[in-house]
């Protein structure tokens, strides 16, 4: 006879109101009284259910819920993403360099940032590596040319 399966409403709420302030997956789960090593086998269970479900396949009640669990968990995740990202937006209004970084991370191929190795000598022996970083802004073919 199977076990009755603790994903409850409260369980999943619980994970999720975590998962929403960015909490690690064991944070979350502890928070919501299971282990991590449960609620990753109700995510293998979710995924390998949307699998049978994308081939065609009937799914359990059980499968159903476990799909549920995991869209719940990732709409948790992407709040979080979102909030976090909204606080960077706000900052890079205020600050140049939050911009700068914002620039990097979402147009990272027109504003790279390169790193270069150069050996540190001393008295004609190497001592040492460090790594410079060149902020280099690349122009755009079909850009208008300056007029100045």
């Known amino acids: 006879m199977a076990r009755?399966?603790?994903l409850t409403d409260e369980v999943q709420d619980d994970i999720c109101a975590a998962?929403?302030?960015g909490c690690t997956y064991d944070a979350a789960a502890r928070n919501a009284?299971?282990?991590y090593t449960t609620f990753r086998n109700w995510i293998l269970a979710a995924e390998e259910a949307r699998k049978i479900e994308f081939d065609g396949g009937n799914l359990t009640r059980d499968q159903r819920r476990k799909i549920e669990f995991l869209e719940a968990v990732e709409g948790a995740k992407a709040d979080a993403?979102?909030?976090?990202q909204q606080v960077v937006y706000a900052a890079s209004k205020l600050d140049?360099?939050?911009a700068w970084k914002m620039l990097q991370v979402r147009a990272s191929a027109d504003y790279?940032?390169?790193q270069q190795q150069i050996d540190?000598?001393?008295k004609g022996e190497q001592v040492g590596r460090i790594t410079t970083i060149e902020v280099v802004h690349h122009v755009k073919d079909d850009a208008p040319a300056s007029r100045d």
């Not at 993403?81 to 976090?84: M, P, V």
């Open 19 to 21: 998962l929403s302030i």
């Open 33 to 35: 009284g299971v282990t």
């Open 112 to 114: 790279a940032m390169p």
């Open 81 to 84: 993403l979102i909030e976090w």
């Open 4 to 6: 009755k399966t603790k």
């Open 120 to 122: 540190v000598t001393s």
């Open 96 to 98: 140049p360099v939050w």
